[in-house]
C-alpha cells in the first residue's frame, strides 16, 4: 500500500499545532509526493511561515529523503488532471494532485482537502487528521 501526501500533511510538520506530530509520524511512514507539493510547501514556508531560503532548502532535502523520489508533472498529468478536474468538480491543483496519485499507483490520498472516503479510480481519499 502507497500512500501520496498532500501538501497540507507538509506544512502541518513544521507548525507546533495539535496536527503537527500526526503530519511528522505521518512523512516518517513515507509515501509519493510530487514536484508540485514541493513548490507548494516551499511557496507557504515563504509566504506564511517568513521562512528565509536557506531554511526552506534543508526543510525541503528532508522532505525528500524521507519519501520516495518525487515524481514529476507533464503534459500526460495535466492531461489527466484537467479530465479529473471536469468529471469530480475539483479544483485544477487538487486534480494534478490526484492524477499524480493515479500515475504513482498509490491506493491511498492522504489530505484534508478533499471528501475522505471518497475513491477516485483506486484512489481512496483518506484525511490523516479525522
Not at 479544483?91 to 490526484?98: F, G, R, T
Request: proline share 2%; with cysteine; net charge negative.
Amino acid at each position: 500500500m502507497t500512500a501520496f501526501l498532500d501538501t497540507n500533511v507538509l506544512i502541518y510538520a513544521q507548525g507546533g499545532e495539535d496536527k503537527s506530530e500526526v503530519a511528522r509520524q505521518t512523512i516518517l511512514a513515507g509515501g509519493v509526493i510530487s514536484v508540485q507539493v514541493l513548490n507548494e510547501f516551499a511557496a507557504v514556508l515563504r509566504r506564511k511561515f517568513g521562512f528565509e531560503w536557506e531554511v526552506i532548502a534543508d526543510a525541503v532535502a528532508d522532505v525528500r529523503a524521507a519519501l520516495d523520489p518525487v515524481r514529476s508533472i507533464d503534459v500526460a498529468t495535466h492531461v489527466e488532471a484537467l479530465s479529473i478536474a471536469r468529471s469530480h468538480g475539483f479544483s485544477l491543483y487538487d486534480s494534478l494532485i490526484v492524477a499524480s496519485a493515479l500515475e504513482a499507483g498509490c491506493d491511498r490520498l492522504l489530505t484534508e482537502d478533499l471528501q475522505a472516503g471518497q475513491r477516485i479510480g483506486g484512489l481512496i481519499v483518506v484525511n490523516p487528521f479525522a
